[in-house]
């Protein structure tokens, strides 16, 4: 008589077949198994680990989207700058809101109090990386300072060269930097930055969210604007 299997055995295999057939699971062979100890498949974790190590710095080209997203509204924007109303100052602090609290603490914070700290921040591209953050942040000081001024020219002078500065800026980390990182970080290292970067999205609550629709909501305004004024 065939012997009756264990309950447990029975729903472990009723887990591994559904996995494998409704989210394309593969199956390891007993040979896979290299570490007899704790049964853990090596060359197929290591792999895995490799081949997720580029999405802990994705995560940082992903968060640039956004940011390209403002820089691509900032000509709109300086077309129809109004600084006379309180509806037209709101949006300029709308504006400058999103480089300080997303562009800034949220992901340049991400690269100077973690990612850059991996690397000797003396390197000549680390440096100018830093610098291009201290950049902004002067140019966001004086937007502030020309908006309780209602001076609008220097708003606009500061949003173009604030907008000059991110294109090239973010060309360089995407293209040069995170690629040379991503090449340089030990496994172990990717697997604390991505623990770090999730802990950081934690804190930050919601701020990925309501930053993607106050671009959203800018991009709708300015872009009816400009149909607007195309019409005309």
């Known amino acids: 008589m065939a012997r009756k299997r264990k309950p447990e055995i029975t729903f472990q295999t009723h887990i591994a077949e559904y996995l494998v057939r409704e989210h394309k699971y593969g199956v390891l062979e007993q040979t896979d198994i290299t570490d007899t100890e704790h049964f853990i498949a090596e060359d197929q974790l290591w792999a895995f680990l490799k081949a997720s190590q580029a999405d802990t710095l994705k995560k940082l080209v992903d968060e640039h989207r956004l940011i390209k997203r403002w820089v691509a509204v900032i000509p709109g924007f300086i077309e129809n700058l109004d600084v006379a109303t309180e509806y037209g100052r709101e949006l300029v602090r709308q504006g400058i809101d999103f480089i300080q609290s997303y562009a800034d ?84 290292q990717v697997g604390e930055l991505f623990n770090r970067f999730r802990e950081k999205d934690e804190e930050s609550g919601g701020t990925p969210e309501k930053y993607e629709e106050l671009i959203s909501k800018l991009e709708r305004i300015f872009k009816n604007r400009r149909n607007q004024n195309e019409r005309v």
């Open 105 to 188: 603490k949220y992901h340049h914070a991400k690269e100077e109090a973690i990612l850059f700290k991996y690397f000797d921040e003396n390197l000549d591209i680390i440096k100018i990386m830093l610098a291009d953050h201290e950049n902004a942040r002067g140019r966001v000081r004086e937007m502030l300072s020309a908006l309780d001024k209602r001076d609008d020219k220097t708003i606009a002078s500061h949003l173009l060269a604030y907008r000059d500065l991110l294109i090239e800026h973010i060309k360089k980390e995407d293209e040069v930097l995170y690629w040379w990182m991503d090449r340089n970080l030990s496994t172990r």
